[in-house]
């Protein structure tokens, strides 16, 4: 008996464009909504972060962000910069978890807990540690990688802690350079009770000072270890150089690395410590 296909029943054509039109349409709206969100996530990424930076005699300041090279996502990258009630002034930067909406609302609440806090102490350790109990509490299953120092126009020194993020990178005009590996504590979110060791940085030469996230020296193309060493080279070469053009160049080294994360850098340009207190 000769073999036969037996038919089930063939769609039209009509029916497979009218199918092909509607799964079309559906893809369109799910790619919509999710471009939407990462214009949501964008605008308050923008809202959120400072539009200006402090500066004080001595001191020149400058930041860089740079979104997600690829795709629908969005980083948690912020940077701030205040001044503080004991006329010192208090820089950080992060980075948080996830790249969505709500990603971007939890960098929000971070420096608005980091301001907060600030308003009541001035050690860096007790900040980060004070911040991250208030997380913490939060409920939210993000965390956040964080550096935050306290410039001292007095003992003209940076005061530092570090909650799980990535090395600063500094630099002087007389040939010194280096990457600084302070002591740090666990990311702000993970758990409670976390303490954060304080490093002192005596700024007895001139030179810089910089701050950055993982999206600038880690990718693809380099391991974090090589990405710091790319910036400290290109910091070491140029330490009095204007703030924003050092800015723009530790940037471009986020293009070399290959990265698909969003990126963000902060300089701080600062004079050597004056005679009386270069002692």
Do not use: K
């Not at 029943?9 to 799964?23: C, E, F, T, V, W």
């Not at 010192?88 to 948080?96: E, L, M, R």
């Not at 909406?101 to 350790?125: N, Y």
Request: glycine content about 10%; charged content about 25%.
């Amino acid at each position: 008996m000769p073999w036969r296909r037996r038919r089930t029943g063939s769609a039209s054509a009509d029916d497979l464009l009218s199918r092909l039109d509607s799964l079309t349409a559906q893809a369109r709206e799910r790619v919509e909504f999710q471009q939407a969100r990462v214009e949501l996530a964008e605008a308050l990424q923008n809202v959120m972060l400072p539009s200006e930076l402090p500066a004080a005699p001595g001191l020149r300041t400058a930041a860089r962000y740079t979104p997600a090279r690829h795709g629908l996502d969005i980083g948690g990258d912020w940077f701030d910069g205040f001044p503080m009630a004991d006329d010192s002034y208090a820089f950080s930067i992060g980075d948080v978890q996830g790249h969505d909406v709500e990603a971007a609302a939890f960098m929000g609440q971070v420096r608005i807990v980091l301001r907060a806090v600030a308003t009541a102490v001035t050690d860096p350790g007790e900040i980060l540690s004070r911040a991250n109990d208030l997380l913490h509490t939060v409920g939210l299953e993000l965390f956040a990688t964080c550096s935050f120092f306290r410039f001292d126009p007095v003992g003209w020194e940076l005061l530092g802690a570090r909650a799980g993020h990535v090395p600063s990178v500094w630099a002087t005009v007389d040939g010194r350079s280096g990457i600084a590996e302070d002591e740090g504590g666990l990311p702000l979110g993970v758990m409670a009770g976390a303490r954060y060791p304080v490093t002192r940085h005596r700024l007895t030469a001139a030179g810089a000072f910089v701050l950055v996230t993982d999206g600038v020296v880690e990718g693809p193309s380099y391991p974090l270890e090589e990405g710091l060493e790319r910036v400290r080279g290109v910091v070491g070469c140029h330490p009095d150089a204007d703030p924003d053009d050092l800015a723009g160049a530790v940037m471009r080294m986020a293009e070399s690395v290959g990265h698909a994360d969003d990126a963000a850098v902060l300089v701080l340009r600062h004079d050597a410590a004056p005679a009386r207190r270069a002692a």
